[in-house]
């Protein structure tokens, strides 16, 4: 119970202040423990930030799991703009842990073996196999167009997806029902096979 206070707060004000601007004698006193609590379970501070990115990556995993067995889709391509939407209504709903990824996380790791980059591309990596899959897939079903690159096209649809959730974090273009689904029918047009 005092792990989760403590991983909730240390979120929310990392997301407020920032991760250098939050010292841990602040995360105790907002969270209602002593200093020392925070280390009997967290070895660091940044362990307390790499769990909130893998907190984060495991949340993400689960909704999408559970959306594509809701949606039920019964195409590749549906499956691929389930994809697209779970990770979109996910990002929208966990704004705050996201802030971590888009903001913080790129200052706190500098190497490429790093915890806190592993994490993150393990994000990219489960997302950019679960379009791959689905494309493949699509293919052999003859929903998704032969012509075209199944890897290439999956890190090229994860990466809009990223690159519009992270302008949308940063509030360079406003989140929408319309956006998503322009979104959503451009991505169909391009990979529905040609008539």
């Not at 994000?123 to 690159?149: C, F, H, K, M």
């Given at each position: ?34 200093e020392g609590t ?98 493949q897939e699509g ?57």
């Amino acid at each position: 119970m005092k792990r989760d206070t403590i991983l909730s707060t240390a979120a929310r004000l990392f997301a407020e202040r920032g991760f250098n601007n939050t010292p841990t004698s602040l995360l105790a006193r907002e969270a209602g423990v002593a200093e020392g609590t925070i280390f009997r379970h967290f070895k660091t501070k940044d362990d307390i930030f790499l769990t909130l990115i893998r907190n984060v990556k495991d949340q993400l995993i689960s909704d999408i799991e559970k959306y594509l067995e809701v949606r039920a889709p019964e195409t590749s391509i549906e499956k691929v703009v389930s994809i697209i939407k779970s990770f979109y209504v996910f990002v929208k709903k966990n704004r705050m842990e996201f802030s971590l990824i888009f903001r913080d996380a790129p200052t706190r790791y500098g190497e490429r073996n790093d915890n806190v980059f592993l994490a993150i591309k393990d994000i990219y990596t489960y997302l950019g196999d679960y379009v791959l899959q689905a494309l493949q897939e699509g293919q052999r079903d003859g929903s998704i167009r032969a012509d075209i690159n199944t890897r290439d096209t999956a890190h090229m649809l994860v990466s809009t997806m990223a690159g519009l959730v992270r302008a949308i974090h940063f509030q360079f273009i406003e989140p929408s029902d319309d956006l998503l689904r322009n979104v959503v029918d451009n991505c169909t047009n391009f990979l529905k096979p040609r008539a």
